[in-house]
Structures are given as C-alpha cells and as structure tokens.
C-alpha cells in the first residue's frame, strides 16, 4: 500500500498558499520580516533530495529557479538564500528566503531571529498574487 502525499501540518502553520506548480507546492511564510517561500515537492515519503527521481531532481530544481526569479522580481532583494535543511520538519521541503543588507538578521541565517511579524492581509495577499503572476500560476 502505497502512502498518499500530504503537507506536513507544521510546513502549513505559520504559512499560506501561493500555487501549486507540476512538481511542488509553494508557500509564503508569514513573515513580512524576511519574505521566504517554501517549496513541498508532492512525493509521498521523499526527506531528501536523494529520495526523487532524477526527472524529479531536475523538476525541483527549475521550480526552486522559477520561485527564486518570482521573489527577487517582487522584493529586489540582494540576495538569495535557498536551503533545504529538515532538521525540524524531515518532509522535503526547500527554503527560498529574500535576503537584504538592511535586514534584521543580515548576514547571519535568518533562524531563530526573533518572533515573525505576520503580514497586514491586505499585503500578504497583493504579494501573493504578484508571486502567482510571476509563476505564471
């Protein structure tokens, strides 16, 4: 029996829904602070990067470029942070995160830099769909 695909609940707390391209589920960390998306490849099961196929691996990896050119168009950022850790959550997932010189944890990681400052909902919701535009999505 195989298991059927789902998001962790703690990849959705704290986050929002933005598109679901062919490989992977995007999401917004609502955290105006650092704009950051997630990506959740749907693969039941995959905790790596090893554990797609290599038409996957591929497919991530386009999508991570897509949703990295999506953010630095809406924020022009400095730089670009994409990492995938899964020391807390072990659902692979890929961390897409904005990065300023200005910003409050410039040039340290932005983990565990204070408590999140959520988005007003009226500009979370123009970012995501600037995000979605941006996708094509």
Do not use: Y
């Not at 995160?97 to 007003?120: C, M, N, Q, Y």
């Amino acid at each position: 029996m195989s298991v059927a695909f789902a998001i962790d609940p703690r990849l959705e707390q704290g986050s929002v829904a933005v598109a679901e391209l062919p490989l992977s589920v995007v999401r917004l960390v609502d955290d105006r602070r650092f704009p950051w998306l997630l990506l959740i490849p749907q693969v039941a099961g995959a905790i790596d990067l090893i554990d797609l196929s290599e038409e996957d691996r591929g497919a991530v990896i386009e999508e991570i470029a897509a949703a990295s050119r999506a953010l630095k168009e809406a924020t022009g950022c400095d730089k670009l942070n994409v990492a995938a850790l899964g020391n807390q959550v072990s659902q692979l997932h890929i961390h897409v995160i904005a990065r300023f010189s200005t910003d409050s944890a410039w040039p340290d990681p932005v983990w565990g830099k204070g408590a999140p400052v959520p988005f007003e909902p009226a500009a979370r919701d123009a970012f995501v769909k600037s995000l979605r535009a941006s996708l094509a999505v």
